[in-house]
Nanobody, 122 residues
């Protein structure tokens, strides 16, 4: 089992920044690729970003490319999502997830955190 705990969400004005963290415990962190997904009210969960086990490969949704950066610190068992130039449409609950391989598909991920709310005001 892998336990994931997100933090860092909050309320920010449009154009602002937030950094989300996801702390992992349980199995060896470097066995897993990590992903960030988000879900807005009334919408399906959507892919945001993913990173492979070493951090050498990253993947982004077109809607966040150039604004968000995913990274990981394997010594701290933590993955981050730096979010800049935030827009009201980025408002959602953000989830981190773990899987053997990086994927854009939510159903591929075996482990999920509880989510953290990000609200961007206009």
């Amino acid at each position: 089992q892998v336990q994931l705990v997100e933090s860092g969400g909050g309320l920010v004005q449009a154009g602002g920044s937030l950094r989300l963290s996801c702390a992992a415990s349980g199995r060896t962190f470097t066995n897993y690729a990590m992903g960030w997904f988000r879900q807005a009210p009334g919408k399906e969960r959507e892919f945001v970003a993913a990173i492979n086990w070493s951090g050498g490969f990253t993947y982004y949704a077109d809607s966040v490319k150039g604004r968000f950066t995913i990274s990981r610190d394997n010594a701290k068992n933590t993955v981050y999502l730096q979010m800049n130039s935030l827009k009201p449409e980025d408002t959602a609950v953000y989830y981190c997830a773990a899987n053997i391989a990086a994927s854009r598909i939510a159903s591929h991920y075996d482990y999920w955190g509880q989510g953290t709310q990000v609200t961007v005001s206009s």
